[in-house]
Each structure stands twice: as structure tokens, then as C-alpha cells.
């Protein structure tokens, strides 16, 4: 089993709708979770990070964990094409280190 | 304020060769990590330093080594090339524990 495992994808949804993208994890001590979104042959950039249980918006993202079902999700409402990419959920499992999932490609329609 | 730089952005080598890697954190952070980013996967943990020395090292051979210098940058280095090391090398910062990464720009391997 993979330490963060992410819907494999594609996922494709027409601009304006809700995009959905779902994460599990094994390491149940794990304390930090992001979301990161990678843009074809650029590096991975910081769209969220969230550390408790519940809900955290910012702006059109909202992260939600649930810790004791090891589960961690991002929505994107009112998706735009622009946020065309591939978004990968990390954990720090511990001490600082990151693992990330193979990532989920987002395609959305105009 | 500078994110963080890697150089070089692109290298090409001969299977067996040796290759050299760098990276300068963010200003303000003082822990790198080394990714590994094959085509169509995530990024896979090299190993991380913190203080000069390797705290926590991921799942790759002893080929592939650091060393952290007194002003936080950092060297990757990799011996003995394979046509399997060819990905997207990511260099990423941190503050304190648990903060986001920053990444840098990547440095494109391709071993032929």
C-alpha cells in the first residue's frame, strides 16, 4: 500500500462546476497536509496546507481533513481553465518529511 | 526575496557518468529536501538536510548522496548514472517543521 494514495484521474469538469480531488494516507501520526498544484513541465506550488480536522477555505479552494478516517480532500469551486493542472496531496508522515501522492490531472472545459 | 534556485535547469550525461546538482533555499529556511520526479508520478523523497547533516533519507541507493554547507545550500549528487535516474530533480525549502515546502525551478536530467 502507498503511503498517499490519490484518485488516479483523469478528472475533467466544465468551467464553473465543482472539482473534486480526494487523498488517503496510512501513517495515522501524520500532523500536516498540503496541496500542491503542478502546471505541465513546472514545479510544484503551494495551494493550501491545513493541520486540523474540518474545513479551511481560502478563496474558491477549500481543504477538509478528516483524520480519523485518514482522508484529506480539496474543492475547487468555480472552476476555471486556468486551474488545468495536476494537484498532489502531501503528508509529512513525520519529522519533517513530505510524501507526496502521484498526483490527480485536472482538466476543466470551457 | 529570492525562492528557491537550482542549477543547472536542464543536463544531459552518459549512462556511468557522475552529475552534480545544486540548490539555495528560500532566504529565512534552513531544511532542503531533494525530490525525485519520473514522468507521470509524484515526486519521490530523496533525502532531506537539516543542520549539514542528512536526517531523513527515502528509498534510493547509496549512489545518490548530499551535503548540506554552512549557508544552507545544498549539493545532490548522483554516481554511476542509470538510463532510470532521467527525471525532474526538485530541490524544496522549509522553515520550521511542518510548513509548506517551496520548490524550486527543477533541474531536467536526461541520461542517455
Known amino acids: 500500500q502507498k503511503e498517499v494514495e490519490q484518485n488516479s484521474g483523469p478528472l475533467s469538469v466544465p468551467e464553473g462546476a465543482i472539482a473534486s480531488l480526494n487523498c488517503t494516507y496510512s501513517?495515522?501520526?501524520?500532523?500536516?497536509f498540503f496541496w500542491y498544484r503542478q502546471y505541465s513541465g513546472k514545479s510544484p506550488e503551494l495551494i493550501m496546507f491545513?493541520?486540523?480536522?474540518g474545513d479551511k477555505e481560502d478563496g474558491r479552494f477549500t481543504a477538509q481533513l478528516n483524520k480519523a478516517s485518514q482522508y484529506v480532500s480539496l474543492l475547487i469551486r468555480d472552476s476555471q481553465p486556468s486551474d488545468s493542472a495536476t494537484y498532489l496531496c502531501?503528508?509529512?508522515?513525520?519529522?519533517?518529511?513530505?510524501?507526496f501522492g502521484d498526483g490527480t490531472t485536472l482538466t476543466v472545459k470551457p | 526575496d529570492a525562492g528557491v534556485t537550482q542549477s543547472p535547469t536542464h543536463l544531459i550525461k552518459t549512462r556511468g557518468q557522475q552529475v552534480t546538482l545544486r540548490c539555495s533555499p528560500k532566504?529565512?529556511?534552513?531544511?532542503v529536501s531533494w525530490y525525485q520526479q519520473a514522468l507521470g508520478q509524484g515526486p519521490q523523497f530523496i533525502f532531506q538536510?537539516?543542520?549539514?547533516?542528512?536526517?531523513q533519507r527515502g528509498n534510493f541507493p547509496d549512489r545518490f548522496s548530499g551535503h548540506q554547507f554552512p549557508n544552507y545550500s545544498s549539493e545532490l549528487n548522483v554516481n554511476a548514472l542509470l538510463l532510470g535516474d532521467s527525471a525532474l530533480y526538485l530541490c524544496?525549502?522549509?522553515?520550521?517543521?511542518?510548513?509548506?515546502?517551496?520548490f524550486g525551478n527543477g533541474t531536467r536530467l536526461t541520461v542517455t
Open positions: 501513517d495515522r501520526g501524520s500532523q500536516s
Open positions: 524544496a525549502s522549509r522553515g520550521t517543521g511542518g510548513s509548506p515546502l517551496h
Open positions: 491545513i493541520y486540523s480536522n
Open positions: 538536510y537539516y543542520e549539514e547533516e542528512e536526517r
Open positions: 532566504s529565512g529556511h534552513d531544511t
Open positions: 502531501a503528508v509529512d508522515t513525520n519529522a519533517g518529511k513530505s510524501t
